[in-house]
């Protein structure tokens, strides 16, 4: 379907983060779940993005399945608030600094503080992710001057799909951050606005009917259409892989 979904551990994600932040490389980590199937199936760009991506994460059920029925293999499946805490313990001996962007101000300032009452790693910077986008916008060009002004050693994005994909696909080579991370709702989490499900709950597939139960009106689309919407998508890939596949064996080259 256009988007490489990688088989990668929560704990390749954060050794990777670190020996990044270390021998201070650049790594662009991007998570993939249902939305972002969906998003990719018209957006070439966003396809483009991932092709450049060092590491795209399998960050829902939705993903995990498409990827079975399509490639055979089942990825594993995390989401950041599983492991940002790891990888903040891992780079506090180093004094990594982190850079916030999204939420409220308010909401983003009290994730930046936490997070640093919690682990000590030094505030950067933080910004709402209520700004002007496009490209040469007077706010956003006063935001990537801020960030490479800060060098974050991480610089975490969560603004919504695909907003923090296309901002970090017109920016990133222009940010002065050894790595970039979309983390979905992690500020939510991180600032104490949202808690995860119990774990067996998320081990068997079914966070994501849980926030529809708690954030109906703001997520219904996502999931009682969205879902059904890449069912069909992944069905109709199925059967052009066999059919492809059935035409290859009949027909040797």
């Not at 670190?18 to 779940?33: F, G, H, K, P, T």
């Not at 498409?66 to 608030?81: D, F, K, Q």
């Not at 962007?101 to 997070?115: I, K, P, R, T």
């Not at 706010?139 to 610089?155: G, H, R, T, Y």
Request: with cysteine.
């Amino acid at each position: 379907m256009g988007i490489r979904v990688d088989d990668v551990s929560r704990a390749l994600i954060v050794n990777s983060a670190m020996s990044a932040v270390e021998r201070n490389q650049r790594l662009l980590i991007l998570n993939v779940n249902a939305q972002l199937l969906n998003l990719a199936a018209t957006r070439k760009w966003l396809r483009e993005l991932f092709e450049r991506a060092d590491i795209s994460f399998c960050d829902g059920a939705g993903a995990q399945l498409a990827s079975l029925l399509l490639t055979g293999i089942v990825p594993h499946r995390t989401t950041p608030p599983e492991w940002i805490d790891e990888l903040a313990v891992g780079l506090a001996p180093r004094r990594a600094s982190v850079y916030w962007l999204d939420g409220s101000d308010e909401m983003v300032a009290q994730a930046a503080s936490n997070f640093h009452r919690r682990h000590g790693l030094p505030i950067a910077g933080y910004h709402h992710g209520y700004f002007d986008t496009t490209v040469g916008s007077a706010a956003n060009q006063k935001l990537v001057d801020e960030i490479n002004a800060a060098s974050p050693d991480v610089l975490l994005v969560t603004m919504g799909m695909p907003r923090q994909e296309q901002w970090l696909n017109d920016h990133w080579h222009l940010l002065n951050a050894r790595v970039a991370v979309t983390a979905g709702a992690l500020v939510d989490h991180v600032a104490g606005r949202a808690h995860r499900p119990p774990r067996w709950v998320a081990n068997l597939g079914l966070e994501w009917l849980v926030r529809l139960v708690r954030e109906p009106r703001r997520l219904w689309r996502r999931y009682l259409i969205g879902l059904p919407v890449l069912a069909t998508r992944v069905l109709r890939e199925r059967v052009r892989l066999t059919r492809q596949q059935s035409i290859s064996a009949r027909d040797p080259a």
